[in-house]
């Protein structure tokens, strides 16, 4: 750790970093799959473009919350993290492989956790690797494990689904306000950016109001709602545009309400790592985005 250096992401870096958490992500998945799992897969090119999109995203918006470590050899290790609203959230966070153990890891942890010391709250979604829980949970995160359910859907099981329509921009005010009653935060300029992400759909009535992300592979990549009624509503309704596989994903067990609509679709239950949270409890009904929170 000598002739590392912890400095503060720049742009061009982003392409470099987006290649060594594919790698890196890769290689804790190869290492703890499960035996039913699928062979874990190398994040594709469109992934990665949306990665690097995403992150030029968060330099933009919260330019202080990105770091890299890296030596003579180039880069080692990256940690992404933004403030929303008195909200730390960490973005994505890895070492490449075969340096884990070395400390790079715990300085990268700690600059993005300085970037967020005027936070009241914090968000992680963690995988299961030892090393980065043990860290979490040294910071002050509590760890509340994730379930998810994958499979094809049993289209019969469907519902006929009201009161759900297609959302656009002019709805981001809407989904800030379920945000702060969710979550206590508003994402503001990341519904910007997940728009172009993935077909929004938004429930707004006089009982209820929430909204879901489907991104293009057909899993649900944000769900937020203000009442379990609504949320169950949304679901189906994300469900209804599938055409194969699909996961619903970031289930925590207060979010009960989603592992009922994914079992009543004939889905497959599973558990899988952690939502690390601080200041705050498990938000619901809400089915967090893996790296916007």
Same mark, same amino acid.
Not at 19 to 38: C, F, K, W
Not at 40 to 59: D, F, I, K, N, Q
Not at 200 to 213: C, I, N, P, Q
Not at 250 to 261: K, P, Q, R
């Given at each position: 750790?000598?002739?590392?250096?912890?400095?503060?992401?720049?742009?061009?870096?982003?392409?470099?970093?987006?290649?060594?958490?594919?790698?890196?992500?890769?290689?804790?998945?190869?290492?703890?799959?499960?035996?039913?799992?699928?062979?874990?897969?190398?994040?594709?090119?469109?992934?990665?473009?949306?990665?690097?999109?995403?992150?030029?995203?968060?330099?933009?918006?919260?330019?202080?919350?990105?770091?890299?470590?890296?030596?003579?050899?180039?880069?080692?290790?990256?940690?992404?993290?933004?403030?929303?609203?008195?909200?730390?959230?960490?973005?994505?966070?890895?070492?490449?492989?075969?340096?884990?153990?070395?400390?790079?890891?715990? %300085?990268?942890?700690?600059?993005?956790?300085?970037?967020?010391?005027?936070?009241?709250?914090?968000?992680?979604?963690?995988?299961?690797?030892?090393?980065?829980?043990?860290?979490?949970?040294?910071?002050?995160?509590?760890?509340?494990?994730?379930?998810? =359910?994958?499979?094809?859907?049993?289209?019969?099981?469907?519902?006929?689904?009201?009161?759900?329509?297609?959302?656009?921009?002019?709805?981001?005010?809407?989904?800030?306000?379920?945000?702060?009653?969710?979550?206590?935060?508003?994402?503001?300029?990341?519904?910007?950016?997940?728009?172009?992400?993935?077909?929004?759909?938004?429930?707004?009535?006089?009982?209820?109001?929430?909204?879901?992300?489907?991104?293009?592979?057909?899993?649900?990549? =944000?769900?937020?709602?203000?009442?379990?009624?609504?949320?169950?509503?949304?679901?189906?309704? %994300?469900?209804?545009?599938?055409?194969?596989?699909?996961?619903?994903?970031?289930?925590?067990?207060?979010?009960?309400? %989603?592992?009922?609509?994914?079992?009543?679709?004939?889905?497959?239950?599973?558990?899988?790592?952690?939502?690390? =949270?601080?200041?705050?409890?498990?938000?619901?009904?809400?089915?967090?985005?893996?790296?916007? =929170?």
């Amino acid at each position: 750790m000598s002739d590392v250096t912890i400095r503060r992401m720049r742009p061009e870096d982003v392409p470099g970093a987006e290649r060594l958490t594919a790698v890196g992500y890769h290689d804790l998945e190869t290492r703890m799959q499960r035996r039913s799992a699928p062979e874990p897969e190398l994040r594709p090119a469109s992934r990665g473009a949306s990665w690097v999109a995403r992150t030029l995203h968060l330099l933009e918006t919260d330019p202080g919350g990105s770091w890299v470590a890296e030596d003579g050899t180039g880069m080692l290790g990256v940690a992404a993290s933004f403030n929303r609203e008195k909200m730390w959230c960490l973005a994505t966070y890895a070492v490449r492989p075969g340096l884990q153990g070395q400390g790079l890891g715990k %300085a990268l942890l700690a600059a993005a956790l300085d970037h967020g010391r005027g936070s009241l709250r914090g968000m992680i979604s963690a995988s299961g690797d030892p090393l980065a829980v043990r860290r979490y949970r040294a910071a002050g995160f509590s760890l509340h494990p994730q379930m998810f =359910l994958s499979g094809t859907v049993d289209r019969s099981a469907i519902p006929v689904v009201e009161k759900v329509r297609d959302g656009s921009a002019g709805d981001i005010d809407l989904m800030d306000s379920v945000d702060r009653l969710t979550r206590g935060a508003a994402h503001g300029r990341d519904h910007e950016l997940m728009l172009g992400f993935g077909h929004l759909l938004v429930s707004d009535t006089t009982t209820g109001s929430g909204y879901a992300y489907v991104d293009p592979s057909g899993g649900v990549a =944000l769900l937020a709602a203000t009442n379990r009624r609504t949320a169950t509503r949304l679901l189906w309704a %994300a469900l209804a545009e599938t055409s194969s596989e699909v996961p619903i994903g970031h289930v925590t067990a207060v979010n009960e309400w %989603a592992v009922d609509v994914g079992l009543a679709a004939r889905l497959d239950l599973h558990q899988e790592g952690y939502l690390g =949270l601080r200041g705050m409890e498990p938000p619901m009904p809400y089915l967090h985005n893996g790296a916007l =929170l």
